[in-house]
T-cell receptor, first 114, second 118 residues
Framework: KQEVTQIPAALSVPEGENLVLNCSFT??????LQWFRQDPGKGLTSLLL?????REQTSGRLNASLDKSSGRSTLYIAASQPGDSATYLC?????????????FGTGTRLKVLA | GAVVSQHPSRVICKSGTSVKIECRSL??????MFWYRQFPKQSLMLMAT?????????EQGVEKDKFLINHASLTLSTLTVTSAHPEDSSFYIC??????????????FGPGTRLLVL
């Protein structure tokens, strides 16, 4: 059974710091991995999607890496801003014909202080 | 980008009543939609996969007779919580998988519906 874990569970940093959020998954048979952002009481916003054949993806100040064989992904946030405060979720889509569902991690609650 | 809406955004109901939540893909067709539940400070847990024109597939431990799913068209799936109880209070989020094209691997998430059962 696939399990997705995120470390740390919560993080509070001063503005301007570079951050690394970690995600690990127990079964390396994944189709892709996504990082999402969730603001309190809101739905999800997709940040980055990494296919299983890819090593990393970048969007602005965000960079996500994937090491499929070791079951790890990291989300790097450069020069953090108060507006980055949110919960960050990683999710994996298992391999398998017709399997489109995602299994979500436990999330990292980030607070960036001004 | 593609948009998924949910209605209502928030609902309060009495214990024992049924509540229907709608999930709509506004500018694309979705043969597959997913329903998730999220308890406070916890992650999303998949409840069921909704397939247009066929029965939903429920995850282990989810009561299909309690959480009725209907995916009657390519743009609408509904989740009905029957005989709701306080323990059903949660944040329900749907997602929709785009029908075809370059967005096939992308799922678009709705804004969520907060259910409070008194």
């Amino acid at each position: 059974k696939q399990e997705v874990t995120q470390i740390p569970a919560a993080l509070s940093v001063p503005e301007g710091e570079n951050l690394v959020l970690n995600c690990s998954f127990t079964d390396s048979a994944i189709y892709n991995l996504q990082w999402f952002r969730q603001d309190p009481g809101k739905g999800l916003t997709s940040l980055l999607l990494i296919q299983s054949s890819q090593r990393e993806q970048t969007s602005g100040r965000l960079n996500a890496s994937l090491d499929k064989s070791s079951g790890r992904s990291t989300l790097y946030i450069a020069a953090s801003q108060p507006g980055d405060s949110a919960t960050y979720l990683c999710a994996v889509r298992p391999e398998g014909s017709g399997t489109y569902k995602y299994i979500f991690g436990t999330g990292t609650r980030l607070k960036v202080l001004a | 980008g593609a948009v998924v809406s949910q209605h209502p955004s928030r609902v309060i109901c009495k214990s024992g009543t049924s509540v229907k939540i709608e999930c709509r893909s506004l500018d694309f067709q979705a043969t597959t939609m997913f329903w998730y539940r999220q308890f406070p400070k916890q992650s999303l847990m998949l409840m069921a996969t909704s397939n247009e024109g066929s029965k939903a597939t429920y995850e282990q431990g989810v009561e299909k007779d309690k959480f009725l799913i209907n995916h009657a068209s390519l743009t609408l799936s509904t989740l009905t919580v029957t005989s709701a109880h306080p323990e059903d209070s949660s944040f329900y989020i749907c997602s929709a998988r785009a029908y075809e094209g370059e967005d096939e691997e992308t799922q678009y998430f709705g804004p969520g519906t907060r259910l409070l059962v008194l």
